[in-house]
C-alpha cells in the first residue's frame, strides 16, 4: 500500500504560482510513475501531468504545457508540482495519484492504483 497525501494548495491571483507537493509513505515511490490529477466543480476529474519512475519522461496536458512543471525526488518520496502563470480555469482540487511501473505512462486515471486526498487550488482573477 501507497499513502499519499497532498499540500501546497491555498488561493493566489491570477498569474502567481503555487508549488503542490505529494509525500508518499508505505512504500517507495521509486516503483510507481506519478502522476497529477484535477477536479473543478461539476466537472469530471481530468488528466494534468505525469512523470516516469525514473524521471525520465513526463507528459503534460495542453492546457498547462509550458506553465506546470511535475518533478520527483525518489529519495524524499516526493513528487511537486510546480504551478506558474496561474489562470482562474486553474481552479479545481488536485490529487496526485500512483501508477505501478510495468503499467505505461498514462493519462487515463483508471490506471493509477493509489490516490491521495487532494488539495486545493483557487485562482482569483
Not at 491571483?13 to 509525500?23: E, F, Y
Not at 515511490?29 to 484535477?38: A, E, L, Q, V
Not at 525520465?56 to 513528487?79: E, L, Q
Not at 510546480?82 to 503499467?103: F, H
Request: hydrophobic share 30%.
Amino acid at each position: 500500500q501507497v499513502q499519499l497525501v497532498e499540500s501546497g494548495g491555498g488561493l493566489v491571483q491570477a498569474g502567481g504560482s503555487l508549488r503542490l507537493s505529494c509525500a508518499a509513505s508505505g512504500r517507495a515511490i521509486s516503483t510507481y510513475h506519478m502522476g497529477w490529477f484535477r477536479q473543478a466543480p461539476g466537472n469530471e476529474r481530468e488528466f494534468v501531468a505525469s512523470i516516469k519512475w525514473n524521471g525520465g519522461r513526463t507528459d503534460y496536458v495542453d492546457a498547462v504545457s509550458g506553465r506546470f512543471t511535475i518533478s520527483r525526488d525518489n529519495a524524499k518520496n516526493t513528487v511537486y508540482l510546480q504551478m506558474n502563470s496561474l489562470k482562474p480555469e486553474d481552479t479545481a482540487v488536485y490529487y496526485c495519484a500512483a501508477s505501478y511501473y510495468t503499467r505505461r505512462l498514462d493519462r487515463d486515471g483508471r490506471n493509477y492504483d493509489y490516490w491521495g486526498q487532494g488539495t486545493q487550488v483557487t485562482v482569483s482573477s
